[in-house]
Nanobody, 123 residues
């Protein structure tokens, strides 16, 4: 079983950038498809980005396409979310998720989750 820990959240002004990291332990991340989800106060958890186990395919929510990039570093056993041109509506708790196969955009389909990291974008 894989354990996930997210870091890199914080407070940033609109237009700024943050890089979130998801470190894995217990298993090798290259054995998993990976995803990022977010949950804003009072809202449901929503899909942000995902990458297939092979790394060959990536997927993005329309709201972040062109601004966010998901990547992985197998040597560091970590996955990243580079977030550029941040907007106040990107404010949320960001979660890293893993599954043995790409599980689509529904949060309930993913088996393993980190504890989340807070991102606040001020206007």
């Amino acid at each position: 079983q894989v354990q996930l820990v997210e870091t890199g959240g914080g407070l940033v002004q609109a237009g700024g950038s943050l890089r979130l990291a998801c470190a894995a332990s217990g298993r090798t991340l290259s054995d998993y498809a990976m995803a990022w989800f977010r949950q804003a106060p009072g809202k449901e958890r929503e899909f942000v980005a995902a990458m297939r186990r092979s790394g060959a395919m990536t997927y993005y929510a329309d709201s972040v396409k062109g601004r966010f990039t998901i990547s992985r570093d197998n040597a560091k056993n970590a996955v990243y979310l580079q977030m550029n041109s941040l907007k106040p509506e990107d404010t949320a708790v960001y979660y890293c998720a893993a599954d043995t196969l790409y599980s689509g955009r529904g949060s309930t389909n993913w088996d393993y989750w980190g504890q989340g990291t807070h991102v606040t974008v001020s206007s």
